[in-house]
Antibody
């Protein structure tokens, strides 16, 4: 059974940094692209970033480009998101999610498995 | 690619037929998914490739597509279906979601 478990969230001051982790199990980790998706309190879903199965290719939403860095360690079955220069508007639950089909960042069909999320709060 | 989802709010009764629409700003072929989300939970995949029901999802859920317009239909609303529904395009990066449709009990 596929499991994704996020960790690393917490309260941080504006301008601060945080690193989120997502541990995967139940599938061949390096065979699939992975994404981070966030949800601000009471708001909708916002895709944040994605990384290919081997880690060579990445994409970012404009709202986080230059501030967030996605990476993965396939030897540890773990996905990361480094958050820097945090702002109040980055406050959200951050979910990791697995691409249904592909290793590469190509047109795909869904994000089929999601973690339970980790809350990042940016406040003085 | 922008996704325009409507309505944003829907009030319905158990047994009602419910339709949610998602319009893409450009062609995305069939690279569209629908998710259900309940409060405090992660999104759950319902439909992928615009039309295909995910394993284990009840057959009262269905997806359809016509050009850049996509539809999620619940044929007979059940109590457990009261939730928020999102469409997502996976045709090109950045991936995008519709604004969501909250389905509440009338």
């Amino acid at each position: 059974e596929v499991h994704l478990v996020e960790s690393g969230g917490g309260l941080v001051q504006p301008g601060g940094s945080l690193r989120l982790s997502c541990a995967g199990s139940g599938f061949t980790f390096n065979d699939y692209a992975l994404s981070w998706v966030r949800q601000a309190p009471g708001k909708g879903l916002e895709w944040v970033s994605a990384i290919s199965g081997g880690g060579a290719e990445t994409f970012y939403a404009d709202s986080v480009k230059g501030r967030f860095t996605i990476s993965r360690d396939n030897s540890k079955n773990t996905l990361y998101l480094q958050l820097r220069s945090l702002r109040a508007e980055d406050t959200a639950v951050y979910f990791c999610a697995k691409d249904q089909t592909y290793h590469d960042l190509v047109s795909s069909y869904s994000l089929d498995y999601w973690g339970q999320g980790t809350l990042v709060s940016v406040s003085p | 690619t922008q996704l325009s989802q409507s309505p944003s709010f829907l009030s319905a009764s158990v047994g009602d037929r419910v339709t949610i629409t998602c319009r893409a700003s450009q062609g995305i072929s069939s690279y569209l998914a629908w998710y259900q989300q309940k409060p405090g939970k992660a999104p759950k995949l319902l439909i992928y490739a615009a039309l295909t029901l995910e394993n284990g999802v009840p057959s009262r859920f269905s997806g359809s597509a016509s050009g850049t317009e996509f539809t999620l239909t619940i044929s007979s609303l059940q109590p457990e279906d009261f939730a928020t529904y999102y469409c997502q395009q996976l045709h090109s990066y950045p991936l995008t979601f519709g604004g969501g449709t909250k389905v509440e009990i009338k």
